[in-house]
């Protein structure tokens, strides 16, 4: 079960930083779970500070 919860996770990071590399807002985030949600915006703030470095 942990492992389960644990994909969800990494996946919701990801899709996170796809969104903020891609430019997206935060607004955007699809999720409504206070884990998950805070996994995306984790991703999209991880792009967001990538996008500044390549810039």
């Not at 990801?14 to 430019?23: D, L, R, W």
Request: hydrophobic fraction near 35%.
């Amino acid at each position: 079960m942990k492992r389960q919860k644990r994909d969800r996770l990494v996946r919701a990071h990801a899709k996170g930083y796809q969104a903020g590399i891609s430019g997206r807002s935060k607004e955007l985030c699809p999720y409504q779970a206070v884990d998950a949600r805070s996994h995306w915006l984790g991703g999209w703030r991880e792009a967001m500070e990538d996008r500044t470095v390549m810039a």
